[in-house]
């Protein structure tokens, strides 16, 4: 199935229902899978399902057309048995536009788990990532809205919560992705000046690099070292190279991208081991849905 269309035109939304379909009518009907400790919240119908409230709010954000706009594409195939019940599923994902994570234009806005983790619903959170509940205290989530009118961020916080759960993720990892998360919050505040008489770029405080190192597991000072004097590899040996201001906040840029895309790739695969429940399998159905079409000011 290839749901097709313009950016809000209703792709996402019917390929949940096309998926919800087929979960339902083909589930086994043997509603006790076999439990793993700390795994296997959920049925497998379930958990097919529960993928999307998870991937939308790391994969999906408000655009000028589209409240909830598909900013990833993915592929979602649902295995059937020789008898036509439901055996496994799996996931692709494709071209996660990481530029919103470090930028948005004035009508949109960054990917939903960000604001959700701000909304207070569950003010744990809020101390174990060392946030405010104010968006506007961090640079890279607050270049353009910061609510969205048809969605409520509380609500949407704990389905994300919930699906986590239902999709097996240890309580660890768990807890991995919300600092994740919150670290990417804070290196949109890192600050850097000009050394005197140099175009060395040194660290303007060390309190943020303090918060995004303990939530990422880092020394702060090795990775403010890091940023500010790579080590690049010249013939055999690794030099330390100079950086300026400019070049340090790109680096930072790309290291709070590079972070965001491979959890979420992570987390991807971590769906997908979950899915994977070994049975035999026969035939599939595929749903592709992939980011709308749309005309934007500045292109990603």
């Not at 806005?109 to 946030?131: A, C, G, T, V």
């Not at 768990?174 to 660290?203: C, D, S, W």
Request: hydrophobic share 40%; proline share 3%.
């Amino acid at each position: 199935l290839l749901p097709s269309g313009e950016s809000g035109a209703g792709k996402t939304v019917n390929t949940k229902r096309v998926i919800q379909y087929f979960a339902t009518i083909a589930a086994s009907g043997d509603k006790k899978k076999e439990e793993q400790p700390g795994k296997m919240q959920g049925t497998l119908e379930d958990q097919i399902i529960s993928a999307n409230p998870l991937l939308e709010a790391f994969g999906n954000a408000k655009t000028v057309r589209n409240d909830n706009s598909s900013r990833f594409g993915k592929f979602i195939r649902i295995h059937f048995g020789a008898t036509g019940k439901l055996a496994s599923a799996d996931i692709e994902t494709y071209l996660l536009e990481k530029s919103r994570v470090t930028f948005q234009l004035k009508a949109e806005r960054s990917y939903h788990i960000f604001y959700q983790i701000m909304s207070n619903k569950k003010p744990e959170l809020i101390d174990m990532l060392l946030i405010t509940t104010n968006p506007y205290d961090y640079h890279f989530v607050s270049q353009g809205e910061i609510t969205v009118p048809s969605i409520n961020d509380q609500e949407e916080l704990m389905a994300t919560d919930s699906a986590i759960d239902i999709l097996g993720f240890t309580a660890d990892e768990k807890v991995a992705i919300y600092k994740l998360t919150g670290a990417v919050m804070h290196y949109g505040n890192l600050k850097f000046k000009q050394k005197q008489r140099e175009e060395q770029a040194e660290p303007d405080g060390t309190e943020v690099a303090d918060k995004a190192a303990y939530l990422m597991g880092l020394n702060s000072a090795d990775l403010l070292k890091a940023l500010c004097y790579p080590r690049v590899k010249v013939g055999n040996e690794y030099v330390t190279k100079g950086q300026t201001v400019q070049q340090v906040n790109n680096a930072v840029g790309a290291l709070a991208k590079a972070v965001y895309e491979k959890m979420f790739l992570w987390m991807v695969v971590r769906i997908n081991q979950q899915l994977d429940t070994k049975q035999p399998r026969q035939y599939f159905i595929g749903v592709l849905d992939i980011a709308g079409f749309e005309i934007f000011d500045v292109s990603s």
